[in-house]
């Protein structure tokens, strides 16, 4: 999903050409991302509890909106060469947990477990319409979206990716949003678990409302930072994830940044896949300081860990998402 940041770096000085406030350098990240008022520490001394990058990192919490972000900030170049080296798509093809995957995507018994689950990359959505998956990857999403009778393309900065995808025979950019300009609007553009990633996340949102149609909808799916599972796994929760997840949204941060880019008709929901929380336990048990938890790639340990979520603790997850406080925000909003 290498769509991280759009236009230019956000530590700049002055103010985009879309009017978004822009971080100097003697500023720092202790401005806020989406306001630009100062921040307080709200949580320190996180470590890459999946991929083992090293260096640690704190989360800032604005004292006006309550948006939280990571810091330090990596610069754009830094965070383009976290990519490159340690995440995204990287040519594995072929193993073990690929084959399963593939074979799970592809089976009545993942739309069966998505709609008990719960749906966070839109994959029960069907339609007809022309629609972008940001941050494709390597097709995946693809496939399905395709499968439900969209007319898609994808987006994605990892080369690689996208030659795999258009070797399925999908359309693929790998440029920046803003540098999208498609013969016709799209009618939806699928942000999964990208938006986090941006340095600019209200910049993405902009560039998303251009790319719409008059009547076109952003499905939106990103960690809530209102989890109870945050407070539950505390520095081993999976889904802080620095230094790659840049922004931490919650329900009132999420809506607002969707209404302040454009967008209206704004339903939220929430869910907490088994998965996201087997991951927690995983990285609880096995992750190491500087070290991949290389265990999050076992299908067996991961699908026990989704079966003791879905069967055993199936209130308590029920429980958490009708209060506000499941791990998964899901959103979609229509530009009128």
């Known amino acids: 999903m290498l769509q ?32 630009g008022s100062s921040t307080k520490v709200a949580l320190s ?73 719960g749906d966070g990359a839109f994959y029960l959505r069907r339609g007809n319409g022309r629609l972008l998956d940001v ?18 393309e994808g987006s994605d900065l990892n080369e690689a990716a996208a030659e795999v995808a258009r070797s399925a025979g999908f359309r693929v950019h790998t440029r920046l949003l803003e540098e999208l300009n498609p013969e016709e609007p799209y009618d939806v553009v699928v942000l999964s678990n990208v938006l986090e990633h941006s340095l600019d996340p209200r910049r993405m949102l902009l560039e998303v409302h251009r790319l719409l149609a008059v009547g076109g909808e952003v499905w939106v799916s990103l960690p809530n930072s209102g989890s109870w599972l945050r407070e539950a796994f505390g520095r081993s929760w999976i889904n802080w994830h620095v230094p790659f997840h840049i922004s931490h949204f919650c329900a009132a941060t999420l809506r607002q940044l969707l209404t302040d880019t454009g967008f209206m008709r704004i339903e939220i929901r929430q869910i907490t896949p088994a998965l ?33 979520a879905r069967l055993v603790l199936f209130p308590v997850l029920w429980i958490g998402n009708r209060t506000g406080h499941g791990d998964c925000l899901v959103a979609v909003a229509t530009k009128i």
């Not at 940041?5 to 000085?13: A, K, L, W």
């Not at 704190?58 to 080296?85: A, G, M, N, W």
């Open 4 to 35: 991280v940041v759009e236009g230019r770096n956000p530590i700049e000085n002055g103010v985009s050409s879309t009017g978004v406030r822009k971080l100097s350098v003697g500023q720092g990240d202790m401005c806020c991302l989406l306001c």
């Open 45 to 117: 001394g996180l470590t890459d509890n999946r991929l083992g990058t090293g260096g640690q990192y704190d989360i800032l919490q604005c004292v006006s909106c309550r948006f939280e972000q990571t810091s330090p900030l990596p610069s754009l170049t830094e965070l383009k060469e976290l990519y490159r080296t340690h995440y995204n798509f990287g040519g594995e093809r072929d193993t073990l947990y690929t084959r399963l995957r593939q074979q799970f995507l592809s089976s009545f018994l993942f739309r069966a477990w998505t709609r008990v689950d």
């Open 135 to 152: 941050g494709c990857n390597e097709g995946r999403g693809l496939r399905i979206y395709a499968a439900n009778g969209f007319r898609v």
């Open 276 to 308: 996201w929380f087997g991951q927690s336990l995983i990285a609880r048990i096995f992750a190491k300081e500087g070290e991949k938890t290389r265990q999050l790639r076992n299908p067996f340990l991961a699908l026990g860990m989704m079966m003791v």
